[in-house]
């Protein structure tokens, strides 16, 4: 669930931006390098990682990197701010790269190795299956609604999918291989 719902709004996100900027007369580099923001907040997630297990369990940090989500995507829904929604951007990449690293560690310590190539097949097509609808969604409902009340949709999924991890026993309860 936290794969999927992250990764749908990991996808929706940048067309929703692109979309945010060109109505406020942003150019093409300010747009350009808001993107970017996206992509040093990832690598830095990914260097994150190991300082974060020295003070934290995986439980802890999936749920507040899924807390982090919709906080971070208020400013979508507001006036747009070229800093704010780069802030935004680079909270929510920090992200991604810890979860999807514990999810798939997870995954990868606990799998029989003869079930390797079907369990990876299957995670990722849980964890994938709604990102092609995600552009869909967000031009439909960026046409229907306007992108504040788009924006306050992204915030919605994402407090779910937050209070899904919370409430996750086996999130809670996630062991390595190793660690039992």
């Not at 507040?64 to 990449?93: H, Q, R, T």
């Not at 504040?148 to 937050?162: D, E, I, Y």
Request: net charge positive; hydrophobic share 60%.
């Amino acid at each position: 669930m936290q794969l999927g719902g992250m990764n749908f709004l990991l996808t929706a996100l940048p067309l929703v931006v692109i979309l945010d900027a060109r109505l406020a007369g942003a150019k093409g580099a300010v747009i350009g390098a808001l993107l970017s923001v996206g992509g040093i907040g990832g690598i830095a997630g990914a260097l994150l990682l190991s300082w974060l297990r020295d003070r934290w369990n995986d439980w802890m940090i999936i749920m507040v990197a899924c807390w982090i989500w919709p906080v971070a995507l208020v400013p979508i829904s507001l006036n747009y701010s070229p800093w704010l929604i780069a802030l935004m951007l680079l909270l929510v990449s920090v992200t991604v790269a810890p979860v999807q690293s514990i999810i798939f560690g997870y995954q990868t310590a606990n799998t029989p190795d003869g079930l390797q190539g079907r369990v990876h097949s299957a995670t990722n097509l849980v964890a994938n299956g709604l990102t092609p609808l995600a552009p869909l969604a967000v031009g439909y409902l960026a046409t229907a609604w306007g992108l504040s009340p788009l924006g306050m949709v992204l915030v919605l999924v994402a407090a779910l999918v937050a209070i899904h991890a919370s409430l996750s026993r086996p999130l809670r309860e996630l062991r390595f291989a190793t660690d039992v």
